[in-house]
């Protein structure tokens, strides 16, 4: 376990060739920082911090972090709501803790869907585009109780997917089903070489994580789940990051006070500019 503060930064350089620098490591005095690490020889830093007052241990990611295993820095990103609440649709979270690492990120989120809707987002944006990288798959927390069926869709995403390193993130166990969500995500981390697993269901034990139903984050449980997962991915390949549009955006499926305010303007940042410029988001009413 890697214990993370408030108070550390990932300096940031100008990535000529691949890093072999991690995120990972101990405070040991040596401008290491506990569970973010440094990354030496670069010429600007940015600051990726935890919300005031969360201090938190970070599991290690099963299966290894993707940016050693990816061959480039484009990265697709799936999920439901909660994934969808850290878009740039909202508060951007997800762009600002991403794109100065070097990810260039699509982030393919919409509320209140179920393991399918991967298969959907890859059948459009893979047929249509090529040169994805790597994918971060968060899908589970609806789940419809069939863990053959789950199982089904969920490899149809991975095959899509593999030979590209793909972060699945299990689910908080907010009821006993997800158990069976959460194993399954499990097995196929033994089963395929290329996944890894951002332990979610451990992290939003944390209190102040999760909004009072267990499973939606909080405005903290924001920035801490994009932390969680800059973490999982590393340092990019390559040092252009950018965030990019999304294709899909219907949130209309949520319940009321679900997602945040959708925001008018968005600050995108780039790793050229050394500089990460957060959005602070409108009042978000939680459920």
Not at 76 to 81: H, P, T, W
Not at 237 to 262: N, Q, T
Request: aromatic share 6%; hydrophobic share 40%; proline share 4%.
């Amino acid at each position: 376990m890697k214990q993370v503060k408030k108070q550390f930064s990932v300096l940031v350089g100008l990535l000529l060739i691949a890093s072999c620098a991690s995120l990972t490591g101990g405070n040991d005095g040596s401008g290491v920082l506990s569970g973010v690490g440094r990354i030496p020889g670069y010429d600007f830093g940015t600051a990726i911090t935890l919300p005031e007052g969360f201090e938190l241990d970070l599991p290690d990611i099963k299966g290894g972090l993707i940016g050693t295993k990816a061959g480039g820095n484009r990265i697709l990103m799936i999920g439901d709501s909660i994934m969808a609440s850290t878009a740039k649709r909202y508060g951007n979270e997800m762009c600002n803790a991403l794109v100065p690492l070097g990810w260039q990120v699509a982030v393919e989120a919409e509320a209140s869907r179920f393991a399918e809707f991967g298969v959907r987002v890859l059948d459009k944006r893979m047929n249509a585009e090529s040169g994805w990288d790597a994918a971060v798959v968060f899908l589970g927390s609806n789940y419809e109780g069939n863990k053959e069926s789950y199982g089904k869709q969920m490899r149809k995403i991975i095959e899509k997917l593999t030979p590209r390193p793909i972060l699945l993130v299990n689910t908080s166990l907010f009821r006993d089903a997800q158990r069976d969500v959460n194993q399954v995500l499990d097995d196929f981390a033994v089963e395929f070489k290329s996944v890894s697993i951002l332990d979610w269901a451990t992290i939003s034990k944390s209190d102040g994580v999760l909004a009072p139903d267990g499973v939606h984050l909080s405005n903290n449980g924001r920035s801490i789940f994009a932390v969680a997962v800059a973490r999982a991915l590393d340092i990019a390949p390559f040092r252009e990051g950018d965030c990019l549009d999304s294709k899909f955006r219907d949130d209309s499926a949520a319940g009321k006070g679900v997602m945040p305010d959708v925001v008018s303007t968005v600050t995108q940042t780039t790793v050229a500019t050394g500089e990460v410029k957060p959005v602070v988001p409108t009042q978000t009413t939680l459920p």
